[in-house]
């Protein structure tokens, strides 16, 4: 789901369920738990999921409708007793009543922002980092604060230590000795090796927001070196990422977060972002072992490039983690048909013609 979508329509049901009204919370809190409810399901097969809406129009506002658990399971357990028509309907007289209740200072309405606090870990990234090719990802309760998570317990730090760190062929878990209390929950990192140019950061949040960060800088130089020397045609970029690289990163990443929400974080909805920074310049290359010929992509303009997608905790990891890949790829100019090959190992893109 897209944050506009979610946010206008949470905006606009002011925080609660269109059926009964009672306020809800999109995070861990005591209050109850809002669902954003597909009026036509995701799948055809789903509750009014018979219908010719295409795929890509299910997640989007106007498909949705902001309901309490129980209600959430009503309508989709008596589904022939809530048609779509019937939905729409109380969903647009719901809408109409929270106006006038926000006209006359009935209701107020929490904002679901996380912009500032984006703002603020933005410009420590981009401090982190010194200007070498970075990867970071993140989720994010769809609003953050403080305390969701008490990070001194003894599962948050096992689950921290279950990370591993990309770019070596051996399976490299984090190191617990580097692991010590920041002043936003509990953090894994190492950035001593800077004249190699790596790094990494894996980082829990009292929030509930949890983030790695990782450097890509040694492995690109020595990349971009022996791309350059063999003169393949690089386009003019000026620096050189192997796909593998950056795909175990940000596959990594995903399963290590995933891992979290699964054992750790109580929100039924969350915000995973993917960043590139300092990619300006950068092309794609991707040349492995039994491969018969390299591939190399298109120079990227931007200075850093972002994927953000809301997830609920339904979400088919194993297929996001595809999506994510394949924007990584697109953003390159090059497609890509599936994760792995035969041998489990991560497809290289083809050029798009
Ligand atoms: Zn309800």
């Excluded at 096992?158 to 051996?170: C, R, V, Y």
């Excluded at 297929?319 to 048909?337: E, I, N, P, T």
Aim: aromatic share 10%.
């Amino acid at each position: 789901m897209k944050e506009k979508d979610i946010k206008i329509l949470w905006g606009r049901s002011g925080n609660r369920c269109a059926i009964c009204q009672v306020e809800l919370t999109p995070d861990g809190d005591k209050e109850t738990l809002g669902e954003m409810a597909h009026i036509v399901a995701k799948s055809d097969d789903g509750p009014r999921g018979a219908t010719d809406l295409p795929n890509d129009e299910r997640d989007r506002y106007r498909n949705l409708i902001l309901l309490c658990p129980t209600h959430h399971r009503e309508i989709d357990k008596n589904f022939q007793d809530w048609p779509v028509s019937r939905l729409k309907k109380v969903k647009g007289d719901h809408e109409h009543w929270v106006s006038e209740q926000l006209g006359n200072g009935k209701i107020t309405v929490r904002e679901l922002d996380n912009s500032n606090f984006f703002e603020e870990r933005q410009r420590i990234y981009l401090e982190l980092s010194r200007n070498h090719i970075t990867v970071v990802a993140s989720l994010t309760p769809l609003r953050v604060s403080e305390g969701q998570i008490d990070t001194t317990e003894p599962v948050v730090q096992s689950l921290l230590e279950e990370a591993t760190i990309p770019g070596n062929d051996i399976e490299q878990k984090v190191n617990r000795y580097h692991t010590r209390p920041s002043e936003f929950g509990i953090v894994n990192e190492i950035f001593r090796e800077l004249p190699k140019r790596t790094g990494h950061s894996y980082h829990i949040f009292e929030s509930g927001h949890c983030e790695y960060f990782n450097e890509l800088g040694s492995d690109t130089d020595r990349i971009t070196q022996y791309v350059l020397s063999k003169g393949d045609d690089v386009k003019g970029a000026s620096l050189v990422v192997r796909y593998t690289d950056i795909a175990e990163a940000i596959d990594r990443g995903i399963a290590w977060l995933c891992s979290l929400w699964a054992n750790l974080l109580p929100f039924e909805y969350l915000e995973y972002r993917c960043q590139i920074l300092n990619c300006k310049n950068s092309t794609l290359y991707s040349y492995e072992g039994d491969w018969k010929e390299g591939v190399i992509g298109y120079p990227t303009r931007s200075e850093s490039l972002i994927y953000s997608e809301v997830l609920s905790r339904d979400t088919d990891f194993e297929h996001f983690s595809f999506d994510v890949l394949r924007w990584l790829a697109k953003c390159y100019g090059l497609v890509l048909h599936s994760r792995f090959d035969q041998h489990g190992k991560y497809r290289r893109p083809v050029t798009m013609r």
